[in-house]
């Protein structure tokens, strides 16, 4: 069965280096591609899947930014199962202080650049491996930084509180992007930040274990009624 993966704003496949899927799983990437002029996160979602087999059973896992737009795609061509890293199923899970940062436009009054200059100041502050810290600092400046000003937009104009089923949740303890207090994980990370795919690799290929095998077509021959 084919996974599909989307990162977070500003990454790419990159960031799942350390993941490694049960036997039966063929992991695959959705890739960004360039948002049109004033497009939603709801259309942009539905121009994505352009990128996957839809005519067979699939299962997305999203991180961050990622996470949200599976959300959107699995509402229109349902998946084996979404997951989610990192992320939120529903815009109502935004801290309050998103919504009065999208209602002061607080996106528009900064220019593309200092985006990723803020990402790049953020690795010096982190804990990575010196080979993650220098991965992710090369993804950001790979980064197209039109971009990752139009999905912090697109993030805060959000507006959705269907949850696709069945859908999964990982999240870290102390995720600074989308604090926990503020969803409901269905698996809570102890320790973990907003990068679990790299700084708790190891955890979320556990959890990707023992959940990934429930919806695969072997599996579900040989369950038990």
Same mark, same amino acid.
């Given at each position: 069965?084919? =996974?599909?993966?989307?990162?977070?704003?500003?990454?790419?496949? +990159?960031?799942?280096?350390?993941?490694? #899927?049960?036997?039966?799983?063929?992991?695959?990437? *959705?890739? !960004?591609?360039?948002?049109?002029?004033?497009?939603?996160?709801?259309?942009?979602?539905?121009?994505?899947?352009?990128?996957?087999?839809?005519?067979?059973?699939?299962?997305?896992?999203?991180?961050? #930014?990622?996470?949200?737009?599976? $959300?959107?795609?699995?509402? @229109?061509? %349902?998946?084996?199962?979404?997951?989610?890293?990192?992320?939120?199923? $529903?815009?109502?899970?935004?801290? &309050?202080?998103?919504?009065?940062?999208? /209602?002061? @436009?607080?996106?528009?009054?900064?220019?593309?650049?200092?985006?990723?200059?803020?990402?790049?100041?953020? +690795?010096? #502050?982190?804990?990575?491996?010196?080979?993650?810290?220098?991965?992710?600092?090369? $993804?950001?400046?790979? &980064?197209? %930084? !039109?971009?990752?000003? !139009?999905?912090?937009?697109? $993030?805060?104009?959000? @507006?959705?509180?269907?949850?696709?089923?069945?859908?999964?949740?990982?999240?870290?303890? @102390?995720?600074? =992007?989308?604090?926990? !207090?503020?969803?409901?994980?269905?698996?809570? *990370? %102890?320790? &973990?930040?907003?990068? #679990?795919?790299?700084?708790?690799?190891?955890? =979320?290929? /556990?959890?990707?274990?023992?959940?990934?095998?429930?919806?695969? %077509?072997?599996?579900?021959?040989?369950?038990?009624?």
């Amino acid at each position: 069965m084919n =996974v599909y993966f989307i990162s977070g704003i500003g990454g790419d496949s +990159r960031l799942f280096r350390h993941i490694q #899927l049960p036997a039966g799983f063929q992991i695959g990437y *959705v890739e !960004w591609i360039i948002p049109e002029k004033k497009e939603s996160l709801t259309d942009y979602a539905c121009r994505l899947t352009e990128q996957i087999d839809t005519r067979q059973p699939f299962i997305l896992v999203g991180m961050s #930014l990622g996470g949200i737009l599976s $959300v959107e795609i699995a509402k @229109r061509f %349902p998946p084996a199962a979404t997951i989610l890293i990192g992320s939120i199923p $529903v815009s109502s899970h935004l801290p &309050g202080y998103y919504a009065i940062a999208g /209602r002061l @436009r607080l996106p528009d009054l900064f220019p593309p650049s200092f985006f990723k200059g803020a990402a790049t100041l953020k +690795r010096l #502050l982190t804990r990575e491996k010196s080979e993650d810290k220098a991965m992710l600092r090369q $993804v950001i400046r790979d &980064g197209n %930084p !039109w971009f990752i000003k !139009w999905g912090l937009k697109a $993030v805060l104009e959000w @507006r959705n509180e269907e949850i696709p089923q069945p859908l999964w949740h990982i999240h870290g303890s @102390r995720d600074e =992007v989308f604090p926990v !207090w503020f969803t409901r994980p269905s698996h809570i *990370v %102890p320790k &973990g930040g907003h990068l #679990l795919v790299i700084n708790h690799a190891n955890e =979320v290929n /556990r959890i990707l274990g023992e959940l990934l095998p429930r919806y695969s %077509p072997v599996f579900s021959a040989n369950a038990t009624p």
